[in-house]
Each structure stands twice: as structure tokens, then as C-alpha cells.
């Protein structure tokens, strides 16, 4: 069965230091890879993808995420995180020909001065 | 850009009482896709539809729940007994195919009563 783990719930990173949110699934066929943003009272807005090739993504903020198929992971990273940034973040798994998204529980991120 | 639109962003029903959310695709898309969140939860896919069907959806997705696209831009979901188990954000989404990454409008958050 298809499933996402994002193992932190929430995490908390001073403006400007380095940021790392984990990510793992469980997928039989070769995963689509997502990770969406999502501020208060607003919708998921999709922060960069990984269907192919490089398995190192740029997205969109200054965000990055590397696929590791051999630990079936895609953690997102930002050298340097604003405050801006706060907001709560979710890897999506989808798989070419399917339908739907699988969703993580979230990690919600807290960014302190 | 384009974006998916949803009205109402706050929808407040009785128990019992039928409510339909109403979602504007994206133009150029096929696609579309229903989603909810409960508080605190997961993003959880409910039905996808494409050329005029339901083409999957969830065990979430029982009698209660239907959907349509009653024109060429429209795509609803209708809930037609709500219970207070219904109250979450629901999300519609869209996109050009199905390999193809998912554009999420802003959600419309149900409260039962």
C-alpha cells in the first residue's frame, strides 16, 4: 500500500540557519514526488516536483529536495530560511497513470528571529 | 497565472442539510480532483473525473458524496445528508493529465453544526 511518512510534526529553525524536512515512502511503481506548502488559511501551493532524471529538484523560494530511491527519500531542504517560510509543509507521492496524490501528515515549521 | 478558484472559502451547515462547493479548474485542464483535510490531519484524496466521469475515487467517497461539472467551467461536489464528521477544508484540484503535477485551489472550509 502507498504511504508518506514525514517523520517531524514540527520543527522549529532560526531565520537564516539551514533547513531539512524529511520524507519517506512506500510506493510499488516508480513514485512522482511532490512537496506542497501550505501558510495559514490558504491553499497547497506546490513548492517542486521529481518525476525523472536528476534526482536533485529546484523549486520555487530557494528550495531544494534530492530523491533517494535507495532510502525511498525526499527531504526538502533551504540553506537559509526567512520568516516568511513559516507555514506547514507536505510530500505527496502520485505514480505515473494514477489518479490521486498520497499525502504526509505535515510538518509544521516555526521560524524564530 | 492561472489559478483553481473555490467558493465559498467558509461554508456553515446543519447536520442533515445538503451543501454543494463549487471549484473553477484551471481552462486548459482535464483533470480535476476533490480533496479534504480534517483539522490537524492529512490531505485526503477523495474522487478524481475526467470526459464526464468519476474516473476513482476513495473509500471516503460513499453515497453521501457526488460530484459534476454542470458546465464548462464548473466542477462541484455535492455532500447531500452532512454529518459532523464532514466538517474539514476541501480542496479541488486540477491538472492536464494525469502524470501531470496538480494545481490546488485555495479550499473551502466546511463546519456541520
Known amino acids: 500500500a502507498q504511504s508518506v511518512t514525514q517523520p517531524d510534526i514540527h520543527i522549529t529553525v532560526s531565520e537564516g540557519a539551514s533547513l531539512e524536512l524529511r520524507c519517506n515512502y512506500s510506493y510499488g511503481a516508480t513514485p512522482y514526488l511532490f512537496w506542497y506548502v501550505q501558510s495559514p488559511g490558504q491553499g497547497l501551493q506546490l513548492l517542486l516536483k521529481y518525476f525523472s532524471g536528476d534526482t536533485l529538484v529546484q523549486g520555487i523560494k530557494g528550495f531544494e529536495a534530492e530523491f533517494k530511491r535507495s532510502q525511498s527519500s525526499f527531504n526538502l531542504r533551504k540553506p537559509s530560511v526567512h520568516w516568511s517560510d513559516a507555514a506547514e509543509y507536505f510530500c505527496?507521492?502520485?505514480?505515473?497513470?494514477?489518479?490521486?496524490?498520497?499525502f504526509g501528515t505535515g510538518t509544521r515549521l516555526t521560524v524564530i528571529p | 497565472e492561472p489559478e483553481v478558484t473555490q467558493t465559498p472559502s467558509h461554508q456553515v451547515t446543519q447536520m442533515g442539510q445538503e451543501v454543494i462547493l463549487r471549484c473553477v479548474p484551471i481552462s486548459n485542464h482535464l483533470y480535476f480532483y476533490w480533496y479534504r483535510q480534517i483539522l490537524g490531519q492529512k490531505v485526503e484524496f477523495l474522487v478524481s473525473f475526467y470526459n464526464n466521469e468519476i474516473s476513482e475515487k476513495s473509500e471516503i467517497f460513499d453515497d453521501q458524496f457526488s460530484v459534476e461539472r454542470p458546465d464548462g467551467s464548473n466542477f462541484t461536489l455535492k455532500i447531500r445528508s452532512t454529518k459532523l464528521e464532514d466538517s474539514a477544508m476541501y480542496f479541488c484540484a486540477s491538472n492536464v493529465g494525469q502524470s501531470y503535477e496538480q494545481y490546488f485551489g485555495p479550499g473551502t472550509r466546511l463546519t456541520v453544526t
Open positions: 505527496a507521492v502520485g505514480a505515473a497513470g494514477a489518479n490521486n496524490l498520497f
